[in-house]
């Protein structure tokens, strides 16, 4: 009967097998944290010249990023691990704007692809329903990226420089607004 009681208290079984999705969340977070941190680059440079619209997307992105972070962090803490914050990769310098905008394709589809699959690991191997949900919502999130960075780069390829150039142009009419008309006036 003690045994029993042990037992119901302490559920071994039940605890490695959620132990076992603390590494494929902790391997998001990596994925995110790399995210970010090439998508705030990204972000500088745009905005340096002048893109404001690309600039604000790789920012609001990179935002977006952080709130998946925030989520993994809650679950793996939650299963009682601890959040590995380490990035799985180092920003690339990339300052060709047509090439981040193939840079951040290619990130979004990798992330699709790996939250995919540890959404099947957390789910089918570890029996962990709320991990495989959480990864799956994820993949919805970065498919929506990978749509918006999509756009971009087909306007980049249809219209080329002159799109870069419009976003450009709406930034010295709005400064050239702020300033009364004076581009001199420091900001």
Not at 57 to 68: D, P
Request: net charge negative; hydrophobic share 40%; aromatic share 8%.
């Amino acid at each position: 009967m003690l045994d029993v009681f042990i037992e119901f208290i302490n559920p071994t079984e039940e605890v490695s097998m959620y132990e076992k999705s603390i590494k494929p969340l902790n391997q998001a977070v990596a994925e995110e944290l790399s995210g970010i941190h090439q998508y705030m680059y990204f972000h500088f440079h745009c905005d340096d010249q002048g893109f404001d619209l690309l600039a604000n997307l790789f920012k609001k992105t990179a935002i977006e990023e952080m709130i998946h972070i925030e989520r993994l962090a809650e679950r793996i803490l939650f299963l009682k691990g601890d959040v590995e914050m380490q990035a799985s990769t180092k920003a690339e310098k990339i300052h060709n704007v047509k090439d981040m905008l193939i840079a951040a394709k290619s990130m979004e589809e990798d992330s699709i692809k790996l939250y995919n699959e540890l959404s099947i690991e957390c789910g089918t191997t570890n029996a962990d329903s709320v991990s495989r949900k959480l990864l799956e919502e994820l993949v919805m999130d970065e498919e929506r990226h990978f749509g918006q960075f999509d756009t971009e780069w087909q306007n980049l390829n249809t219209f080329g420089d002159q799109y870069l150039a419009l976003q450009s142009i709406e930034r010295s009419k709005m400064l050239s607004a702020q300033t009364g008309g004076n581009l001199t006036t420091p900001l």
